[in-house]
DNA sequence: GCGGGTTGAACTGTCAACAATTGTCGGGTC
DNA sequence: GACCCGACAATTGTTGACAGTTCAACCCGC
């Protein structure tokens, strides 16, 4: 079942990246913090040589940033970087829901049904990472568009939202509209319009970026009492 | 004038990055050729540290793939995979031209013109990479579009067209209709009429992308004799 | 007290040797 | 003659040591 080489043996390198990437995204690593290269390797028991690997990596995924020979550090996001994210986002997933309008099968409308459903219910009963479901819905969707290229490019951009939101709080209201917006994005999907899907997720995408813009540069504490 | 550090010590990394993107990019290194690090090690008289963050760090711009424990390649692309390229170049490049029209200031359309006829000069004249003058009058307008994250991805998705084009002869032809389409392209931007600049956009780079499928898959001694 | 050079700790950048993996080339067997 | 199997060669994966850079605390003369 699996298409591609299944190495018995996964590299230091790879596995390094794998947990590191997770501690960015989870935030335990949080933005503005610096990464150590000898002490990631003493804590992983392994040498510096694989840690570094995981890091340049990162780097070239936007989840770290490099400054010659003063290491590497989760970066903290401005409203001006947002903004261009944001742009980029705009673009490919833009492009990506006029194909999926264009490309959908009938499992496709049904598995994005399900998982616009599945987000609804999960911000419901209020999980640890909410907007995670969020972005499951846009993985579904890029899975009807059968973009490859332009399906791995929203999925780093879409890491770069997860990294923004450890410091941003959910706002109810505000995840209330984006799943409305979710299930308008399935109706012109299904309709096969891909002009109302692509202006649908601009409008939705906006929201979530305004949403963001909003909490951005309010200081930490203001939502931690 | 420099708006970033400008380190006195440039890493061996980071040069031997530079000298190993351009071996790939001019075809020195042609598509399907096998990449060793000690051999490229010896090559520049240094250990293979920093010749393995160099090839790592391409893999990530797409222009070398890795297969664990056999090394890096310069991808051959298929006929899918251009596709594939070619509709991340659309999203990315047609929301350039929407807010290129959007954005633009006289002095970006006259810049367009410069480089537009430019280009058509270096064709006329027989230069050695033509097409990196195409390529340059695409990056004037992502000047104008001013989305800095747009245009970084952009340039990525340009070298794998550089890549292509090493392996591509260039069809007086399509040549000429793609220079007019670059002045449709500053007229629409200089109307600041989004629409038409990103739809001229599109139409423009079905055709570059057709031209380079009709030479794909002809063996290579088709066009050397 | 206060600016400016100095020194040193903490790091990243680089190297050369060692370990592990992969593909190949034999010889041997059915 | 086709196939399996094991040693070998080539190459990547990993390591620990060394060199060079950066930053900050310290010292010193003023």
């Not at 969707?141 to 399906?151: F, H």
């Amino acid at each position: 079942m699996t298409n591609e080489a299944s190495p018995v043996h996964v590299s230091l390198a790879e596995r390094t990246l794998q947990v590191l990437r997770e501690l960015v995204l989870t935030g335990e690593i949080p933005p503005g913090a610096r990464v150590n290269e000898v002490e990631l390797a003493t804590r992983f028991g392994i040498s510096r040589g694989p840690v570094r690997e995981a890091i340049r990596h990162l780097t070239s995924e936007g989840l770290l940033v490099l400054r010659t020979n003063r290491g590497a550090y989760v970066p903290k996001a401005d409203a001006e970087q947002v903004h261009a994210l944001f742009e980029l986002r705009v673009a490919l997933e833009g492009e990506a829901s006029r194909f999926a309008a264009l490309r959908r099968t009938e499992a496709d409308v049904r598995e994005l049904r399900r998982r616009s459903a599945n987000a609804r219910a999960g911000f419901e009963s209020g999980r640890r990472f909410p907007y995670r479901l969020d972005l499951d819905f846009h993985g579904g969707l890029l899975q009807a568009a059968r973009s490859p290229l332009i399906t791995s490019q929203v999925h780093l951009v879409q890491q770069q939202v997860i990294l923004l939101r450890t410091t941003t709080p959910v706002d109810p209201a505000h995840s209330s509209a984006s799943l409305d917006d979710h299930d308008r994005l399935v109706e012109a999907i299904e309709a096969g319009d891909p002009e109302l899907a692509a202006e649908t997720m601009r409008v939705h995408l906006h929201r979530v970026r305004d949403q963001l813009l909003t909490y951005l540069d309010l200081p930490e504490r203001a939502f931690l009492g």
